[in-house]
């Protein structure tokens, strides 16, 4: 993974070389409407209180649970035994994106959804939220996060979705064994060139023409970044977006050729 300081920078490239973020001079209608409708939707939604309300009570639980870490780790932390409090503050994705993927489901309306890398739920309880009737099926590795976070569902009163307990080389092929297709998915786990390529490609049998396919931590290292440029290289993804932090993945066929932005968020 990438030192803070080299992140740093890269983050910095980003801003300063980034297509502006209000759709100015954007000939791609399908990017445009993405940038004006969703990425600068300002709208503070109902569900934004929900989900943040109950992140900042995890914020503060000291709980510690045990952690059985089946990708390249964190960044932050270099134990096995974390709290509920770190987890949170750590692994848990920022209020911004989880937002950013809430309006995603909202505007575009999959009614199947996909999440490798459930941690405690915050971005599975945005998506839920988002669309209650979406099939929504999230997994994760480690046993005690995942214990936690189907109390958060509970909690929140969260019925539309299925937690699946397992490293994802084991259980990815049966839980897509029982989906006709994905809508969307959001990928948040493993975060090497490897296993993220691979997961690509067996989701790649799964996806239709308004697939969206979400990668997290693109640039996160140079693993990361490799996985990153051989997924826009793939002959069947047709746009792709970078805002840095994530990856999104298009497969619409009304992009005549392939079309790859950098947009500032």
Request: charge should be positive; charged fraction near 20%; hydrophobic fraction near 40%.
């Amino acid at each position: 993974m990438y030192s803070r300081w080299q992140l740093a920078k890269k983050y910095l490239n980003y801003i300063l070389t980034a297509s502006n973020s209000k759709g100015h001079g954007m000939h791609s209608p399908f990017v445009y409407h993405f940038i004006t409708k969703v990425l600068n939707d300002k709208t503070q939604y109902p569900a934004y209180n929900k989900v943040e309300a109950h992140r900042k009570q995890l914020l503060v639980n000291a709980t510690l649970l045990s952690i059985e870490d089946f990708g390249a780790g964190s960044s932050i932390n270099k134990t096995n035994n974390r709290s509920i409090s770190s987890i949170t503050k750590n692994a848990a994705k920022p209020r911004k994106y989880g937002q950013l993927l809430f309006r995603m489901v909202k505007e575009y309306q999959p009614d199947t959804i996909l999440e490798l890398g459930t941690s405690l739920g915050i971005t599975s309880s945005y998506l839920s939220l988002a669309k209650p009737t979406a099939r929504i099926t999230t997994l994760e590795g480690a046993k005690e996060v995942a214990d936690v976070a189907k109390t958060n569902f509970d909690i929140l009163g969260l019925g539309n979705i299925k937690l699946v307990n397992g490293n994802f080389d084991f259980i990815l092929a049966d839980v897509l064994e029982e989906m006709s297709s994905v809508g969307l998915v959001f990928i948040d786990g493993n975060h090497r060139q490897q296993p993220t390529e691979k997961y690509f490609i067996q989701l790649l049998s799964k996806v239709h023409n308004e697939t969206i396919m979400i990668f997290d931590d693109i640039h996160w290292s140079k693993e990361m970044e490799a996985a990153w440029q051989t997924i826009k290289e793939h002959p069947d993804v047709r746009c792709t977006i970078d805002l840095f932090f994530i990856g999104i993945v298009l497969f619409r066929k009304e992009f005549m050729t392939k079309q790859h932005f950098v947009i500032r968020f």
